[in-house]
């Protein structure tokens, strides 16, 4: 029987850093164009700066970022750098191996360039099945690092971070139904399941906060 594994560091202010197995952004968002969508804003195309309010929604290939407010700012390499806050932001991002990156906080900054995500308040991420909750969480999805902590200062104590790891699906190798006996034994044929289908879309979570960026 597959049980879950709980990890919770709940006295001391927490620093954790995770490394996501196989789980870095899909290289192929980083060529496609970014969108950014609101119900209202103003833009400096000069500076490259936007002030964004209601509905906002920032998209670069499977990359969805969604807010009640916020503001992006160009960089002279054609990356950008967001702020977005709300009830909650919520992101999400398919890795290369075909899983989601998903998280939700009260308020989210994004780094294009260097695919910095940083969660501030009531953090959740998901990578994979693998859930991780604290107050501030930062997600490197060039590299599928992360680290969970009370606060970006590790400077407040509170109820600290919890980690809900999954069991690891591994391949399954099927080979041939042995030959009768007497019959001339042939060599094997392996065949192996692969588990790393890329999804269309983020698998469903039972959290609602999450559905904002589905």
């Known amino acids: 029987m597959k049980h879950n594994i709980l990890l919770a560091l709940a006295v001391i202010p927490a620093l954790c850093l995770m490394l996501a197995p196989d789980a870095a952004a899909e290289k192929a968002d980083r060529k496609e164009k970014i969108k950014i969508n609101a119900v209202d804003g103003d833009a400096d195309a000069g500076k490259g700066f936007y002030r964004l309010e209601k509905s906002v929604v920032i998209t670069q290939g499977t990359l969805k970022l969604t807010a009640d407010r916020g503001t992006a700012q160009t960089t002279p390499d054609d990356n950008y750098n967001a702020v977005l806050t709300g009830k909650p932001v919520c992101f999400r991002q398919r890795t290369d191996n075909g899983d989601w990156a998903q998280g939700v906080s009260d308020r989210v900054d994004y780094d294009s360039g260097k695919g ?7 953090a959740v991420l998901f990578i994979a099945e693998d859930q991780t909750v604290a107050n501030y969480i930062i997600y490197n999805t060039q590299t599928s690092k992360y680290e969970a902590r009370e606060s ?7 109820k600290g971070v919890s980690f809900v790891l999954q069991p690891r699906e591994k391949d399954e190798t099927v080979t041939d139904a042995k030959p009768a006996d007497g019959a001339a ?3 094997p044929n392996p065949v192996t399941k692969k588990s790393n ?3 269309a879309t983020p698998p469903k979570r039972n959290e609602p906060a999450f559905s904002r960026c589905a």
């Open 116 to 122: 910095i995500v940083e969660l501030f308040g009531n």
């Open 152 to 158: 970006k200062e590790r400077k407040s104590e509170g």
């Open 197 to 199: 289908v890329k999804s």
């Open 185 to 187: 034994k042939a060599a």
